[in-house]
């Protein structure tokens, strides 16, 4: 007969949910704890904009999305990768299908049926919730499995584990409950962290003047292109759109660069980005179109009638250019393919989408288990990886929070 172990999962999101999951499956006494009311809080606001759960891409290709982490996370995804994702969903009765981008959503698009859904499920299989429990790691009493203090509405407790998987999430939204707390709990207990940074990140500067900004704050730039090369020769250039900001720029194309245009800021103090306001025409076409004679028009009927630019883009060639440079056709023209943007530092970490830095890889064993804390195994967004959107960060927090609750079952021998 196997003895039924206690392992405490620490944080209810996708990561904790998920290592819950696999651990109750095995016959573990799963007790998971969250600061918050209720769980999965970032998971139902990601379900706001269309809950992108994973894509469709080739394997191999998801993997790249990883970059330098790569390597620590394919054997976890070649496990519980975006298929599995899909079947996972499909077994708690929620269908997915791909977008025209190749992501995967749930057929209705949103999470709460979902979540629903998997609580139902984890509640059967014998998972017991304890919310408003927030756990203390501390430096005043170092913790480990067999000793695991909360804060809670009646006051302090602390709980004895055989095991503990921390899925406590990154630095961001952290009303949402994920606040990056851990970090330096984790750091006085010799577990090495990476310093938390924001990750699909807003950015200031750009130098809006108070006119631009007060006119076209929140509004967006529809089909453009921007690029950027660092000082390493990495480039990125992508079509897409994103928004102004009252003090800077944010959304989808943005998020995709964020990661090479914040170490770039970090090492160099600014990176700055070329705006392509009409990546479907030439520089010779644009330039043709500029030089067309206007006659009595004024200048933003030209560019709206020859170009097509009106609005916000209008508007940020009045930024960028001269009242004179304004009126030559040829730095005209060159503005329209490339208008310079300079970034000097993202929007804080609590806005971010998500958070890259957290546990290093380094710090841990292959199961995912702290070699300084043994029986404590850490999943999901804590850990020292970043992806971009596109379901990149839902898959690998689940596949991590699988890869961990393997981990502590092997350890523990169920
Ligand atoms: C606006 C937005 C949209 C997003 N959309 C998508 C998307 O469409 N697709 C995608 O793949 N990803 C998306 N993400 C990212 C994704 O939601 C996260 O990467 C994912 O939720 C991380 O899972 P996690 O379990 O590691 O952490 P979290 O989901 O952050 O969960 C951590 C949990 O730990 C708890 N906790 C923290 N500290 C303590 C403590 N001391 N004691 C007890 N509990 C604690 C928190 O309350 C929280 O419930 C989005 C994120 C945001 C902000």
Request: aromatic fraction near 8%; include cysteine.
């Amino acid at each position: 007969m196997t003895l039924s172990h206690t392992v405490a999962v620490i944080g209810g999101g996708p990561a904790g949910l998920m290592a819950a999951e696999v651990l109750s499956a095995s016959g573990a006494q799963v007790h998971l704890y969250d600061a918050v009311p209720s769980v999965g809080r970032k998971f139902l606001l990601a379900g706001r904009g269309g809950l992108n759960l994973t894509h469709s891409e080739p394997f191999d290709v998801f993997m790249s999305r990883f970059g330098e982490r790569r390597a620590q996370l394919e054997p976890m995804l070649a496990q519980f990768g975006p298929q599995q994702v899909r079947e996972w969903a499909a077994g708690l009765g929620i269908e997915t299908f791909v977008g025209t981008s190749g992501r995967v959503f749930p057929t209705d698009m949103k999470a709460a049926p979902l979540l629903r859904a998997w609580l139902h499920r984890l509640r059967a299989a014998g998972v017991q919730f304890h919310m408003r429990h927030r756990w203390l790691g501390d430096a005043s009493a170092p913790f480990d499995a067999a000793s695991l203090r909360f804060a809670t509405p009646a006051g302090e407790t602390t709980v004895k584990a055989d095991a503990v998987v921390l899925a406590l999430g990154g630095a961001s939204w952290a009303r949402l409950g994920s606040d990056g707390a851990w970090a330096p709990w984790l750091q006085a207990r010799g577990v090495d962290v990476a310093p938390l940074l924001p990750a699909n990140c807003g950015f200031d500067g750009a130098g809006w003047s108070e006119h631009f900004a007060s006119r076209f704050a929140g509004q967006p730039f529809k089909s453009v292109a921007i690029s950027f090369t660092d000082s390493q020769g990495r480039r990125f250039a992508r079509k897409g759109e994103f928004v102004a900001t009252a003090s800077g720029i944010e959304g989808s194309l943005i998020y995709a660069a964020s990661a090479l245009l914040r170490d770039e800021i970090a090492a160099h103090g600014s990176a700055t980005l070329l705006l392509d306001l009409l990546p479907d025409r030439s520089a010779e076409q644009v330039l043709a179109a500029a030089k067309h004679p206007r006659g009595s028009r004024s200048l933003s009927s030209h560019l709206k009638s020859r170009l097509g630019l009106e609005g916000i883009k209008a508007g940020v060639l009045h930024e960028t250019l001269s009242r004179e440079a304004m009126q030559d056709p040829a730095q005209l023209a060159a503005a329209i393919k490339a208008v310079p943007l300079r970034l000097v530092a993202t929007r804080p970490v609590d806005e971010a989408i998500s958070t890259a830095g957290g546990v290093r890889f380094d710090t841990l064993d292959e199961a995912l288990m702290a070699s300084a804390v043994p029986g404590v195994f850490v999943a999901g967004e804590m850990l020292d990886w970043e992806a971009p959107t596109g379901g990149y960060l839902l898959t690998a927090s689940m596949a991590s929070g699988a890869a961990a609750a393997r981990g502590a079952i092997k350890r523990l021998g169920l």
